[in-house]
């Protein structure tokens, strides 16, 4: 079972790469049973939408 040091981890490798479908699986099975780190997914959702916005999509 992940913890959610590992999760956050997670989270923000997924902004770089791909996660390894193992990976995905844990990360969402962390996600359901931990609400600091839905959280947190949200909060890091929100900051790439910016990010993309600014990089000028389009
Ligand atoms: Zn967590």
């Known amino acids: 079972m992940m ?13 770089d790469r791909p996660l390894r479908w193992r990976e995905r699986m844990a990360l969402r099975f962390h996600l359901m049973m931990c609400g600091g780190c839905r959280n ?7 900051l790439r939408a910016a ?8």
């Open 40 to 46: 947190f997914r949200q909060q890091i959702a929100f």
């Open 3 to 15: 913890n959610c040091k590992q999760a956050t981890h997670l989270m923000s490798e997924d902004l």
């Open 51 to 58: 990010m993309r916005m600014r990089s000028g999509g389009n």
